[in-house]
């Protein structure tokens, strides 16, 4: 990886790219952030004093603009979506456009000499087999709209020779677009609000991984991708295998007064029950340097600072 390369984040004012291009500007790449706003969100204000830095506001449903911003990079990480479940069920038709329709486009008018590097869920694996870890190899199950269409993407990446692909576990941890919508994260915000979670489902399994550990698989991904490219990898916290009773549990530990109810109530969207090996990315050397206890710790912090209820995809 060299200080010359051009980075086109998308979508790169939201929760992972927050934390990621702050990384990537640190590393001394050229980064650009295409992003609409759609949240109203002010983040990435600390980037603009580099020179180094530019956002351009703007949709990835846009092809025009987006393919002519593509061919002046010479990578490209595609981060804008409606992100989970809920939210593209709220929004059917701008999920498929984003989420699907947009991708494929940059599939399409992407050079085969572009590095892409693309996050997708380890959601599509659905429903686990009890007890087997769900490697790279392992079947793609998604049950959700959500998870179909970023199976169907990340396979036209994969396709085109010059991807890697992170199948992310459930991301966690404080962020400049912060988001409480995701379950550690919202858990948090629970038991520290109400002193109480109601558990549905309290049996299925998830793995999870600090935002910070995201942004540093991206960059590890730069640092090797002509080793890597081509292959889809998990990344995930290999401690944090865990039930949601398990999670509520850990957060018990910091939160003592916390009462944790088991009731035959709610859903599950995605039905998201498995176990997820990282082994393949860590076999690699990449790593993870954030515990669930460090994000639960730093949770509780953030959440006496912010204002709460904004920060959500739904």
């Known amino acids: 990886m060299t200080s010359s390369l051009r980075v086109l984040v998308t979508g790169g004012a939201g929760y992972i790219g927050t934390t990621l291009v702050p990384g990537l500007l640190q590393a001394g790449l050229h980064v650009t952030v295409l992003d609409n706003l759609m949240y109203g969100q002010a983040t990435l204000l ?19 603009l987006t393919n002519r911003l593509l061919s002046q990079f010479d990578v490209v990480i595609p981060l804008a979506s409606i992100v989970g479940a809920p939210a593209c069920k709220r929004d059917p038709i701008s999920a498929r456009a984003v989420n699907l329709d947009a991708h494929l486009n940059l599939v399409k008018n992407s050079s085969n000499n572009q590095w892409l590097l693309f996050p997708t ?10 007890d087997e870890l769900c490697t790279e190899e392992s079947p793609l199950r998604p049950i959700s709209a959500y998870a179909r269409t970023k199976v169907e993407v990340e396979e036209a990446f994969l396709e085109k020779g010059n ?8 991301v966690f941890g404080m962020s400049p677009r ?21 558990l549905f489902e309290e049996h299925f399994r998830r793995n999870y991984i600090h935002v910070k550990d995201v ?14 490219k081509g292959e889809p990898y998990n990344v995930g916290l290999s401690s944090a295998n865990l039930t949601k009773r398990e999670l509520a549990d850990k957060i018990k530990t910091h939160i003592p007064e916390l009462y944790i109810h088991s009731a035959s109530i709610g859903e599950d969207p995605d039905k998201r029950d498995y176990l ?13 340097e954030h515990t669930l206890d460090d ?16 920060f959500a995809n739904v």
């Open 46 to 64: 600390d980037c603009c004093s580099n020179a180094r830095f530019d956002f351009v506001q703007g949709d990835i449903r846009d092809f025009e």
């Open 121 to 130: 869920t380890n959601s599509g694996y659905g429903i686990g087999d009890p």
């Open 163 to 170: 991807a890697i692909t992170y199948r992310l576990a459930t």
């Open 178 to 198: 912060m988001r409480m919508d995701l379950l550690v994260n919202d858990f948090v915000y629970r038991a520290l609000k109400d002193r109480v979670l109601v």
């Open 215 to 228: 942004a540093g698989a991206f960059m590890f991904g730069l640092q090797n991708f002509d080793n890597m």
């Open 276 to 288: 997820v090996s990282n082994e393949k990315l860590e076999s690699l050397g990449w790593g993870t």
């Open 295 to 310: 994000g639960i710790r730093e949770l509780v912090i953030g959440y006496g600072i912010i204002r709460p209820n904004i």
